[in-house]
């Protein structure tokens, strides 16, 4: 089962990924024919159970994936209307696409702000421009200001999880890929940084593409969602209409419209999840 819809805006796709298949090792087919597109200004979701593919497609589309011993090896990846899978992860990031990776990496050894400093290593500006977009990431991460003395090995998950966006907007980009936002923090803390990312989205017009899999935050924040299953891309829709959805409730939620399901019975599961091949 697919739902057809593409995602609302205007003009071309500020990023577009066609139908690209990547390899591991020259032998491992880990996505299969995997295609979509975030418009400029929006935020979409990128979701599916661990191990279906979200984080191998963030880093297709970084161009990472060269240092894992990964390939493109069919499709392309456009970013404002260019063709980027050529490109160098530094070239991407001075063209205004940023990656935050998953597991909330900081160097430990430094403080918060000296973290924060080295987003902003490709930008060539002065000393108070410097300052102001510290200051700018202060304003979204208020407890990174409390902590910006403290070595960021020492921070809380979440202080970590803020240091990392915040110093990819350091770069000052215009996309960020943020991959696994939510993993291993308390729900208060999931909470409070898919606001700050909402109102990064609103208030600073930077487009997100997020790899998530608590499908239940990711769908109430983005405006459009691609479920992976596999390395495929298996259903596609508005938010709203993904969330709605009695399979993504019953398979994605733990939900269905006699309520909350048990997967105990995993032979009512398996005959109901055929729709996915």
């Known amino acids: ?7 609302s805006g205007a003009g071309k796709p500020y990023l577009s990924v066609n139908n690209i298949e990547v390899i591991y090792d020259h032998v491992i087919l880990v996505l299969k024919g995997v295609s979509l597109q975030v418009p400029q200004g929006k935020i ?5 159970a661990n191990g279906a593919g979200k984080s191998t497609t963030l880093k297709s589309i970084s161009t990472l994936l060269r240092g894992e011993r990964g390939d493109v090896t069919k ?17 991407l990031v001075r063209r205004g696409l940023s990656q935050v990776m998953e597991g909330r990496h900081c160097f430990g050894h430094l403080t918060i702000e000296e973290n924060l ?8 500006i002065s000393r108070a421009e410097i300052k102001d977009s510290l200051e700018m990431v202060y304003h979204y991460f208020p407890r990174l200001k ?8 020492y921070t809380s998950g979440g202080e970590q999880q803020m240091c990392a966006i915040g110093r990819s907007l350091m770069a000052k980009p215009s996309m960020i890929l943020l991959d696994e936002p939510s993993m291993g923090l308390a729900p208060q803390i999931v909470e409070e940084i898919f606001e700050i990312v909402r109102d990064l989205n609103t208030k600073e017009n930077v487009s997100f593409l997020l790899a998530e899999q608590n499908t239940t935050v990711a769908l109430r924040y983005a405006d459009f969602g691609y479920i992976l299953e596999n390395g495929r891309v298996v ?16 398979f994605y939620l733990g939900m269905s419209s006699a309520g909350r399901k048990s997967f105990r019975d995993m032979k009512f599961y398996r005959r109901r999840k055929r729709w996915l091949a």
């Open 146 to 153: 409390q902590r910006h003395t403290s070595q960021a090995g």
């Open 235 to 250: 259903m596609e829709g508005d938010a709203k209409d993904l969330a709605a959805n009695e399979d993504v409730k019953e």
């Open 117 to 124: 400093l080295t987003g902003a290593y490709t930008r060539k």
């Open 44 to 48: 979409v979701a990128l979701m599916g």
């Open 1 to 7: 089962m697919s739902i057809q819809t593409v995602p």
């Open 75 to 91: 499709g392309s990846v456009e970013f404002q209307g260019e063709r980027i899978d050529h490109l160098t992860p530094n070239e």
